[in-house]
């Protein structure tokens, strides 16, 4: 494991640079809208910025109002 590490440190760098912004736009929604169960599971799940990014863009729209 640590082999492969050191041979992809860069495609593990890029995952990182890649997920963070994602995960973090979707924990700041999922807070402001006191959403506790999306924010644990956007806290611990790491997917490659999937499940924020479905999150962002599909979960955390609001509702219309009639």
Same mark, same amino acid.
């Given at each position: 494991?640590?082999?492969?590490?050191?041979?992809?440190? +860069?495609?593990?760098?890029?995952?990182?640079? +890649?997920?963070?912004?994602?995960?973090?736009?979707?924990?700041?929604?999922?807070?402001?809208?006191?959403?506790?169960?999306?924010?644990?599971?956007?806290?611990?799940?790491?997917?490659?910025?999937?499940?924020?990014?479905?999150?962002?863009?599909?979960?955390?729209?609001?509702?219309?109002?009639?």
């Amino acid at each position: 494991m640590a082999e492969f590490i050191e041979q992809n440190l +860069w495609l593990i760098s890029l995952a990182i640079a +890649w997920s963070l912004p994602w995960k973090g736009v979707a924990l700041w929604k999922a807070a402001r809208r006191v959403q506790k169960w999306w924010f644990i599971a956007l806290l611990v799940l790491n997917t490659l910025a999937v499940l924020p990014i479905l999150y962002i863009f599909i979960f955390s729209k609001k509702k219309a109002t009639s």
